[in-house]
Nanobody
Framework: QVQLVESGGGLVQAGGSLRLSCAASGRTFGGYFMGWFRQAPGKEREFVASIGWNSGNTMYADSVKGRFTISRDSAKNTVYLQLNSLKPEDTAVYYC????????????WGQGTQVTVSS
């Protein structure tokens, strides 16, 4: 059974930093993409960043480019999201997700971790 478990969320002041972790288990993720999404109150869930497990290729939403960095540690089966220069509008529940190369459907989701940025 695949499990994605996020951690590292919290309350931080604007301009601060956090590092989110996503511990993945239950299958081999070679050939998968790992992603981070977020959902703010009253808004739809949105894509934040993704990384190819094998390739290490990354993609980012325009709103976080230059501030957030996604990475993975294959030995630990863990994906990270480094959040720098945080803004109040980054406040949301952040979710870890996984999908195969094809079909491009995010099959697996974590339970989410809350990030709150105060102004």
């Amino acid at each position: 059974q695949v499990q994605l478990v996020e951690s590292g969320g919290g309350l931080v002041q604007a301009g601060g930093s956090l590092r989110l972790s996503c511990a993945a288990s239950g299958r081999t993720f070679g050939g998968y993409f790992m992603g981070w999404f977020r959902q703010a109150p009253g808004k739809e869930r949105e894509f934040v960043a993704s990384i190819g497990w094998n390739s290490g290729n990354t993609m980012y939403a325009d709103s976080v480019k230059g501030r957030f960095t996604i990475s993975r540690d294959s030995a630990k089966n863990t994906v990270y999201l480094q959040l720098n220069s945080l803004k109040p509008e980054d406040t949301a529940v952040y979710y870890c997700a996984a999908r195969p190369v094809v079909p491009r459907i995010w099959d697996y989701w974590g339970q989410g971790t809350q990030v709150t940025v105060s102004s």
